[in-house]
Each structure stands twice: as structure tokens, then as C-alpha cells.
């Protein structure tokens, strides 16, 4: 019988759907245990995997038998996809299935972020109130978004974003200046550093890839108003964190949320621990009780029909 192990949590109606026609080895907690990973795939026809189990070279000569791995988001950083290509081993990414969910963290952190007043409730139960210091936040009708990067989850978060009245930008390298999307979506075309010195919050959506490794770095941080937001959820490698902690610090960007980080769990130590203005979100962006549904179907119809076939 063909055999899935899932090593990563998957919403559990999914996973029951797939118990019907396969042998399932449903063992979330072998994120955590590699040795346990690499013993229980010797068997596997198909692994199911989200960001933190790393599908590499190891993992598929464990796995002899091993024919398709499903993608619980849409990021392939973790999966060695030219190793997988060369084994004959499918790989299915959940593309689509997210976007909704991280289009709406992009927008409702910059929105807190630029308003500056969700922050106090401590102060205010103390008894403090701070009316002053937070009757300066800022609105976000008028306020001009730029996006890195305009695929699925880009055009989903501008589409968001206009409907609270941003105005959009955006820089895709991947995407032609002629290409019909920019005028559809009714969003600027605009070069990467020209990107960054114009826009009030600059959210980023690309593949973490030799050329997108530390893109978000100290000169371009500087290129930033003082004031504008960054927000990160596509990968921690594209952002220097020390940069970012000290922009920050140093009152030379107005605010960050970030989701993702260059080691996850964050280590103890990073030196983002205690910057100002800054929301950090364990890489949750994409991860709501809706799109965990809508992810973890899709793969398992994925896998379904790759052993129907």
C-alpha cells in the first residue's frame, strides 16, 4: 500500500481524507527529530512537508521509494528541488492556496504599525495614558504601498491595500514593463532602489535565492523615509536583521513586522530583541484556520490524483 508520512501539523480533515486510499504516518513532531524522519521515510512513497523539514539529499537517499513531496505553503527554500528532479521525485507546492492569509497579515500590521496606537494597553491598565504620544499615528488611506515582488500574494495585497485607499507600487524583475498585470491591477512599475524611497511601507514577497539574499540591507534601509514601515513576510534571508534592529534603533525607519528570520525559532540573543516598533510573528503570515484548509486540501489532492494517475 503506498505509504505517506507527514511530518509537519496538517489540518486534520485532510489528512483523514488521505487515510482512506493510503497507508498515512501522520507524525508532526518530526520537524523536531531528524533522526525519527529519516527512519520512518525508508518506506515512504510520498512525504508531506511544511517550512521546517528540509528535503534535501539526505532525506531522498532515506527514502528510496520516494516519489512525490507535498508542500503545506509555497516556499521551496527548504526543499532541494534540483536533487528531487534528479530522483524522479514530484514536487506539489500549495501555490494560491495562502495568499488571502498573507495579504491580510501585510496589510493589518502595517495598519498597526502606521497608527502607532495599539500598543499601550499595559500602560493604559497601569493607569498611564499616553493620549498624546499616540495622537500621532497616521492613516492609511493616502499612504503609498510598495510591494517586492508581484506575483499571487503581491497582487492580493495590493488588491487589499487599494481597497483601504493606498496607493500601489511595485518592482517584479520577472514580470515585462508592458506586461498587462500592471495596468489590470491599476499598480506603478517601478526599479528596486527607486522602490524604497518612495513608498510609506514596503512588503516583501519573493523566494529566498542567491540574488534576494540580504536584498534589504543597510544602504537600502537608508534609501527609506524615516517614518516608513517594513514588513517581511517571504523570507528571513532578505533582510539584514542586524541592519533592520539598528535602523530601528537608531529612529531611521519607523517600524518592521516581520515573520520570518534568518533562523527559526529566532535564537536567544538576535539582535532584534528589544528594538522599537517592531512586531515579530513566528512565520504565521500564511497560516489561518481558513488557509489551513484550503492548503492542506489542495496537497492532498495533489498527492491523491500523483498516485491515481
Not at 492569509?101 to 501585510?106: D, I, L, Q, R, S
Not at 489561518?288 to 498527492?303: D, G, K, M, P, Q
Request: aromatic content about 4%; proline content about 5%; charged content about 25%.
Amino acid at each position: 500500500m503506498t505509504r505517506i508520512v507527514i511530518s509537519e501539523f496538517m489540518d486534520l480533515p485532510a489528512v483523514e481524507s488521505l487515510r482512506g486510499a493510503f497507508d498515512v504516518d501522520y507524525a508532526p513532531e518530526l520537524v523536531d527529530d531528524r533522526a525519527g524522519l529519516l527512519a520512518r521515510v525508508a518506506e515512504a512513497d510520498a512525504l508531506i512537508v511544511r517550512n521546517r523539514t528540509r528535503v534535501d539529499r539526505e532525506v531522498l537517499v532515506a527514502a528510496p521509494r520516494l516519489r512525490a513531496v507535498g508542500r503545506l505553503g509555497v516556499g521551496l527554500d527548504n526543499i532541494d528541488v534540483a536533487a528531487c528532479e534528479a530522483a524522479g521525485v514530484a514536487v506539489y507546492p500549495a501555490t494560491g492556496a495562502n495568499s488571502l492569509a498573507v495579504a491580510e497579515y501585510v496589510v493589518a500590521t502595517s495598519m498597526v504599525l502606521l497608527r502607532g496606537a495599539y500598543l499601550s494597553s499595559n500602560e493604559v491598565a497601569a493607569g498611564q495614558w499616553p493620549r498624546a504620544r499616540m495622537s500621532q499615528g497616521r492613516e492609511t488611506a493616502g499612504k503609498t504601498l510598495g510591494l517586492v515582488g508581484f506575483g499571487g500574494i503581491g497582487r492580493m495585497t495590493a488588491k487589499l491595500a487599494q481597497a483601504l485607499g493606498m496607493r500601489v507600487l511595485a518592482y517584479d524583475p520577472m514580470l515585462p514593463p508592458d506586461a498587462p498585470a500592471w495596468s489590470e491591477a491599476g499598480v506603478g512599475r517601478r526599479e528596486l532602489d527607486a522602490l524604497f524611497g518612495e513608498v510609506d511601507v514596503l512588503s516583501l514577497h519573493v523566494p529566498l535565492t542567491e540574488s534576494t539574499r540580504g536584498l534589504v540591507d543597510a544602504a537600502r534601509l537608508a534609501r527609506m523615509k524615516p517614518d516608513a514601515i517594513l514588513v517581511n513576510t517571504a523570507r528571513g534571508g532578505v533582510v539584514d536583521e542586524t541592519a533592520l534592529a539598528a535602523a530601528l534603533r537608531s529612529g531611521k525607519l519607523g517600524g518592521a513586522a516581520l515573520d520570518v528570520f534568518d533562523d527559526e525559532p529566532l535564537r536567544a540573543g538576535s539582535p532584534l530583541a528589544g528594538a522599537p516598533n517592531l512586531i515579530l510573528t513566528p512565520h504565521i503570515g500564511g497560516v489561518t484556520r481558513e488557509s489551513n484548509e484550503r492548503v492542506s486540501s489542495l496537497i492532498a489532492e495533489r498527492i491523491r490524483a500523483f498516485f491515481s494517475a
